[in-house]
């Protein structure tokens, strides 16, 4: 089966741990998880699992090059700006806010 390289923005927030939670629980086929969310929170520790933590890593600093799949749950200011970055560099971004719901040339899931 294959895996995958998986960023999740917002990850600190309630919304991006249960996102975490819920890759976990399911046993999403994960290669390399990363938690992304602001310069604030870069550096603490996240639980991913039931033994596993996760850096947290500077969204503005972050290169989505080998990036599969974006999961986005940090404010349509934050999608606004990350998710065209992401989807440029190859990855499918699921974007749970509502900055891009009206959008005619995007699919909402």
Known sequence: MKKY???VV???GNVGREILNILEFRNFPVNKIFAL???KSEGSKIIYG???EI??????NFDFKDIDIVLSSAGSKISKEFAPKAAK???IVVDNTSYFRMKKDI???
């Open 107 to 109: 699919p909402l899931i």
């Open 37 to 39: 969310a602001s310069s």
């Open 89 to 91: 560099k190859g990855a």
């Open 55 to 60: 850096v947290v890593q500077n969204l503005d």
């Open 5 to 7: 390289n998986i960023a």
């Open 50 to 52: 039931e033994n596993k």
């Open 10 to 12: 917002g990850a600190t």
